[in-house]
């Protein structure tokens, strides 16, 4: 697999769309540790078995590939490899990783690996680093709740899903900052005798640099992620002060320094948000404990941010605000030397790598350019905001969650998430080198609608909804991989992981199949122009240019279900076609569930159209 410009190229030359799912959502959480619980300090935690255990992966990965998911994106965390200690490192679950990969590639499935994070850390409300990145601060970790550092986990209380908020508390907020500004923010603040970003940073990218030469030699792999949906922390805040760009628009909404004061052992009352209005407030740290063991204290009241004098007092309100006497970046000034830093330390096990990077969630990009490192992709996430946290969809009702404007009419609604995909494929083309470009994560809650599906096994709003995504996909001839398959997900624990349940697989069975069982143009000979799939009529067109010296077929995944043993199909060249006559040889092989193209050895544009008569 190569680039080239826009596109990824086969060993045979034909441009390929790449498309399957995350696996998966409990790779999070240790394999004896269900969601909804506490984390413990993992002495004897273990990742193997994740995201299913050896012997049930032929059967998964054989699932898989007849939906045409012949991509992963799989979820390896910085905890899975060294949860033990700085060092240690769990061979036995990188000797798992190493089978498991093997029995993929033996399936025809390829995969790029991804570093994954939210919210920092399990003890943070999130997952991703070890607890000891935490400790190595002083922070006593089970404080990090009672201070309001962070919600360390969903209690079963049917409240809504909260974790993103945990990026505006203090342990995932400091933790970020220091790993990619310590630097700049805390420059005397070391661990073991290096400045603390370079020690965190370095911990990080031997872990992955450790993995990868376990795994180099596994056929399956095709590149890798450098972390899941970086964050900014504090980088960048103009007002300590104040409450600035919170990720979640409701619940508690505390500034900066508010969550210093309550990390620290004093009672801090802040504000909580409705949509569009404070609705009440929320004590932080109502026992006035202190997160820090005897003999630490707060990083940024040891960095002058504040003093703890009258009862404490902001000294420097923008102290994150600039960069080497410029406004801060954080993705230009921050994130991006650190993908470059990663690329570096993981071309040194296997140069030819594909590099897939991704800015923070809040859609921000990275610019690149001729003098960058090569092989890399774009592999932004989005989601349909409004439907992913209020677990709800109606057809003809969406809020824009940048600007939080309304959307009415099923036309507008439907073209939302395509014209959002458009933003970020239009900065690639503009600022990126016009370099591929990958959805890495986008999916929607099945436990919609107060879980009305689970009681129907009516999923087709659902279809619905995940349709709308993937025509917007499929219009901009997206790579993608859906949000997510979890082999363990059941109605009554989800994802098992903080209240999610987004997975396309459940108890067994698939759901929503048809949202996300669709044709797509897997390897074009030549260049692929536009496509599109009617559900309800199960029409599928696809035009591309026929490239005249391609030995290799083109080749189109037409899954069973919707196009049965005969499908209707139609090759023809356009008009203006060199050698119009004879037209393209076409193969339906309803057991391998492709459609072959063959251009007999002449360029031009081909008109493809399948019909299914399931």
């Not at 201070?147 to 899903?161: E, F, I, P, Q, W």
């Not at 830093?341 to 001729?370: A, C, D, Q, V, Y």
């Not at 393209?584 to 299914?612: D, H, K, M, N, W």
């Amino acid at each position: 697999m190569q680039v080239k410009g826009r596109f990824l190229l086969d060993d045979e030359g034909r441009t390929l769309l790449l498309r399957g799912c995350n696996l998966g959502g409990s790779s999070k959480q240790p394999l004896d540790k269900p969601g909804g619980e506490p984390p413990v300090h993992p002495a004897g935690a273990s990742f193997v078995g994740r995201p299913f255990p050896l012997e049930e992966a032929d059967a998964h990965f054989e699932r898989l590939a007849r939906w045409g998911f012949t991509f992963l994106r799989l979820i390896v965390t910085w905890e899975a490899l060294e949860h033990a200690g700085p060092g240690i490192y769990d061979e036995a679950y990188l000797a798992y990783l190493r089978k498991l990969l093997l029995i993929a590639g033996a399936k025809g499935i390829r995969v790029f690996i991804d570093p994954h994070q939210y919210a920092w850390s399990r003890w943070t409300g999130g997952d991703g680093a070890p607890v000891w990145t935490l400790e190595k601060l002083g922070m006593e970790t089970g404080n990090i709740e009672k201070t309001g550092a962070a919600l360390v986990y969903r209690r079963k209380d049917g409240s809504r899903m909260a974790w993103p908020g945990n990026y505006n508390r203090y342990a995932s907020a400091t933790l970020f900052t220091l790993f990619f500004g310590g630097n700049t923010y805390a420059p005397d603040l070391a661990i073991e005798g290096k400045s603390v970003q370079d020690w965190l940073q370095e911990r990080y990218l031997a872990a992955f640099r450790h993995c990868f030469r376990r795994l180099k030699n596994c056929a399956a792999i095709a590149g890798w992620g450098i972390m899941n949906e970086p964050h900014q922390g504090f980088i960048g805040c103009r007002d300590a002060g104040q409450a600035e760009d919170p990720v979640l628009p409701i619940g508690a909404r505390p500034s900066p320094f508010q969550t210093m004061l309550a990390a620290s052992g004093r009672p801090v009352k802040v504000p909580v948000y409705a949509p569009g209005r404070v609705s009440g407030h929320e004590t932080f740290n109502p026992e006035g404990i202190s997160l820090f063991r005897k003999g630490f204290s707060c990083p940024w009241l040891q960095s002058g941010v504040w003093t703890e004098e009258g009862g404490g007092r902001l000294l420097k309100k923008d102290h994150f605000a600039s960069f080497r006497g410029h406004p801060a970046n954080f993705t230009e000034d921050f994130l991006k030397p650190f993908i470059i830093r990663f690329i570096e330390n993981m071309k040194e096990p296997h140069p030819s790598s594909l590099f897939f990077i991704e800015g923070p969630s809040t859609g921000s990009h990275p610019s690149w350019g001729p003098g960058d490192p090569p092989n890399v992709i774009n592999a932004f996430h989005h989601y349909d905001g409004f439907t992913l946290f209020t677990k709800t969809f109606i057809p003809w009702f969406n809020m824009k969650t940048e600007k939080f404007g309304v959307l009415l009419g099923r036309k507008k609604t439907a073209a939302y998430f395509s014209e959002s995909l458009k933003k970020s494929v239009d900065w690639t083309r503009d600022r990126m080198g016009d370099m591929p470009c990958f959805l890495g994560e986008f999916g929607l809650p099945f436990d919609l609608n107060r879980r009305k599906a689970f009681k129907t096994g009516d999923y087709r709003i659902h279809e619905e909804a995940l349709s709308r995504y993937y025509d917007g996909v499929d219009a901009h001839l997206l790579h993608s991989t859906i949000w997510n398959y979890t082999s363990d997900n059941t109605n009554e624990t989800g994802d098992n992981w903080n209240g999610e349940d987004m997975s396309i697989f459940s108890e067994g069975k698939p759901r929503g199949e048809g949202g996300w069982l669709r044709p797509y143009p897997m390897a074009t000979a030549g260049t692929p122009i536009r496509f599109t799939w009617d559900r309800r009529k199960r029409i599928f067109v696809y035009r591309f240019l026929s490239d005249a010296g391609a030995a290799a077929p083109t080749e189109i995944f037409l899954p069973s279900p919707w196009f049965g043993e005969k499908p209707e199909i139609e090759a023809r060249f356009s008009e203006t076609a060199e050698n119009a006559a004879p037209e393209p040889l076409a193969e339906y092989r309803p057991a391998e569930q492709r459609l072959f193209i063959l251009s007999g050895g002449r360029a031009g544009e081909i008109t493809v159209t399948a019909r299914g008569t399931a």
